[in-house]
């Protein structure tokens, strides 16, 4: 297994632009989370999904922000319009089942708002 | 909130020395326990995790211990190694499948 994919790994946007980042996961894995990483503020979890259905998303900062999954084999998180703040690595992650289940993170996309 | 507070980095040890990596917590309840491991350009990795109270994680030569009385869970390495230089990320879930991460703590292993 190729793990969990990410795309683009890296993405430098201008302010205001829309921004789209994807996610595949690994076969299987119902579980999807979308995390966000910045220098002030850590890791946080924005949302995530239990079999395609968002469960939580009370991590999601603003309306600027959302997210979907269309399906078991691909979730976007959408950035739209963009601000400078915004620039942070993304990371998306997978579990099998919740709980305590491993969460298998991908290797992130780092989004840079001018 | 729940929360985890981290050894500040960065840790910078000289190869076959003893590692520790300080990590408590603040819970209502009783908390999973992680530690996760992030190298350069990488997403985190599940190192080790604990579940319930006096439960002994391990894995890699790494090992933490869940104890309850002091809300703790240190992570140890009896002899690091040039590889082992990454970041190290203390977690907690308590509730709805949600991970809730120190602020990391850099090691650096010289050689």
């Known amino acids: 297994d190729a793990g969990v994919i990410q795309s683009p790994r890296h993405e430098v946007t201008e302010m205001g632009q829309e921004v789209t980042l994807r996610c595949k996961p690994i076969?299987?894995?119902?579980?999807l989370f979308w995390y966000r990483q910045t220098m002030m503020r850590g890791l946080e979890l924005l949302i995530y999904?239990?079999?395609?259905?968002?469960?939580?998303d009370s991590g999601m900062p603003e309306d600027r922000f959302s997210a979907k999954m269309p399906n078991a084999s691909f979730s976007t998180l959408k950035i739209q319009p963009s601000e400078p703040r915004d620039s942070a690595v993304y990371f998306c992650?997978?579990?099998?089942?919740?709980?305590?289940?491993?969460?298998?993170f991908g290797p992130g996309t780092r989004l840079t708002v001018l | 909130g729940d929360s985890v507070t981290q050894m500040e980095g960065p840790v910078t040890l000289s190869e076959e020395a003893f590692l520790t990596i300080n990590c408590t917590y603040t819970?209502?309840?009783?908390?999973?326990l992680f530690w996760y491991v992030q190298y350069p350009g990488e997403g985190l990795q599940l190192l080790l995790k604990?579940?319930?109270?006096?439960d002994k994680g391990s894995n890699k030569g790494f090992e933490a211990t869940y104890r309850k009385e002091t809300t703790s869970f240190h992570l140890e390495k009896g002899s690091v190694q040039v590889s082992d230089s990454a970041v190290y990320f203390c977690?907690?879930?308590?509730?709805?499948?949600?991970?809730?991460f120190g602020a990391g703590t850099i090691l650096r292993v010289k050689s």
């Open positions: 992650a997978n579990s099998r089942g919740g709980s305590t289940d491993t969460q298998y």
């Open positions: 076969s299987g894995h119902d579980y």
């Open positions: 999904f239990n079999n395609n259905v968002p469960i939580d």
């Open positions: 819970a209502t309840g009783y908390p999973s």
């Open positions: 604990a579940t319930k109270a006096d």
């Open positions: 977690a907690l879930m308590e509730y709805g499948n949600k991970l809730v």
